[in-house]
């Protein structure tokens, strides 16, 4: 059963443009929603988290947009640029006893064009 | 501050050999996490310890497949046995006590990429 839904599997972007990736979780229980991006061979490193008592949050070029009715959340990138080109990953989990573990999305690779 | 560390970084292992992997949490890190990563897939959650233990081992394989956080010392994964499947990168994350501000957040280290020949 996977958890968390993450659309598209791949992205092209031009530089300038906007990335957008979208996800679906299924388990009304979670509570915190962070976005992970990762280069090859790199360790996955935290680029900006959400919480349900927000809907967007805006760091930099990166903003989470956070819908808990649907229970989807979606990143943006403005003004994309070639160094943006990674593997990004969402991710959902819960508070409370053994429940912090991250759930992850099946990640988007994006691709910014010069 | 040095952030997660994991060794090694590469490991290749024949079919029936054993495989041990480390990760040293960031400092002030009391909760570590261990994560599987196959080709073109996400990371899947294997185990979460703290120091002295294993809170949840609910994505750890039931055979061949055990994890400790000792009082001293690096969280070590442990595979017996290892056979082809087992080839991934294996993650682990470290985050801070539950009483601090920023709980949630998991800081992932490079990883170790098994090969099993």
């Known amino acids: 059963q996977q958890q968390v839904k993450q659309s598209p599997q791949s992205l092209i972007v031009q530089k300038g443009g906007i990335s957008i990736i979208n996800c679906a979780y299924e388990?009304?229980?979670?509570?915190?929603f962070p976005w992970y991006q990762q280069f090859p061979g790199k360790g996955p490193a935290l680029l900006i988290a959400i919480r349900p008592d927000v809907s967007e949050k805006k760091e930099g070029r990166f903003t989470i947009s956070f819908n808990k009715s649907a229970k989807q959340f979606s990143l943006h990138i403005m003004d994309s640029q070639p160094g943006d080109s990674a593997t990004y990953f969402c991710a959902a989990s819960r508070r409370g006893g053994s429940n912090y573990k991250l759930t992850f999305g099946k990640g988007t690779l994006l691709t910014v064009n010069p | 501050n040095a952030g997660v560390m994991q060794n090694p970084r590469h490991l290749v292992r024949r079919r029936g050999q054993e495989a041990r992997l480390r990760c040293s949490p960031m400092k002030g890190h009391s909760h570590v996490y261990w994560y599987r990563q196959l080709p073109e897939e996400g990371l899947k959650f294997m185990v979460y310890l703290q120091k002295e233990n294993i809170i949840d081992e609910s994505g750890m394989p039931k055979e061949r497949f055990s994890a400790e956080f000792p009082k001293e010392g690096p969280s070590i994964l442990r595979i017996q046995q290892v056979v082809r499947g087992d080839s991934a990168a294996y993650f682990c994350?470290?985050?801070?006590?539950?009483?601090?501000?920023?709980?949630?957040?998991?800081?992932f280290g490079p990883g170790t990429r098994l090969t099993v020949l």
């Open positions: 994350a470290s985050s801070p006590a539950r009483d601090s501000s920023s709980t949630d957040t998991q800081y």
């Open positions: 388990n009304t229980a979670f509570d915190y």
